[in-house]
DNA sequence: AAAACTGTATTAGTGCAATAATACAGTTAG
DNA sequence: CTAACTGTATTATTGCACTAATACAGTTTT
């Protein structure tokens, strides 16, 4: 069963695009595998505090893009190919490396500083 | 006069806190400066083919921190203390960095990896 | 078989971002 | 002075994210 444990939904964008990527990058990371259990929409949503129409929205869109697979009345599971891995892989990498080296540069940092503002933040941050 | 000419709106964020981002991270990087001119909110929104009232909610925020000056039938006009700028400086760096690392992270991408990210990202990438 | 779960669908309502259309007051340029 | 700009304010409307309350169909468990 994947764990929500981590889960943080403070950033303002929408709920169901923050579950939608929590999965995708949890699949990424390799914590979140094929044939893995999905929590009912229900559950997750009393688990998040949230309704389950929200959660159904961020399923239904794994399950358009052929990561989970749900049938009515039963649970719904996680489908992960080698394809889709890499896909997603670069999908997301590239995006999230891309914002951030443009936030960086659009405030005068240097690649250097770049490196050093990782570091300082990997473990902790101050 | 301040210039928007590589101004996004991409994001999917609010287009008044990515006006906002894109003035403060300006002021860090030091191409917005104090005195700077403000395009009117009519030029403005004119310019990046939003509402006024748009362009006037973020205007409104940035003197409400004491970022620019305005004044009825005056032109708005960028005030920047040295005190304000390492503010926003500490501000926008940790909330950028942090929230990159915690995506990256969360992909179980390793500190050097990160690097790598950069590395390849900050020259167009590919 | 019955109970308790699953997924799926619908309808209604709220709040916020954004648009649209004005209006008014003050400043600046010709 | 007048015209053309500024900032500011108001009201109405649209669209989307989210909530709420159901309802129904299928599966699993006991």
Redesign the interface.
Known sequence: MISFDNFNMT???PIYLQILL?IK??I????ICDGDELPSRRVLSALLGVNPNTVQKAYKMLEDEGLIQSRTGAKSYVVVTEAKLTEI?AE???A??????????????S?EE??G??????NG?E
């Open positions: 950033d303002g964008s929590y990058r949890g990424i990371a390799g914590i892989r997301l990498l590239e999230d490396a891309m914002e951030a080296v443009a936030k960086l540069k659009q405030m005068g940092v690649q770049a490196h503002l990782i570091d300082k933040y990997w941050g």
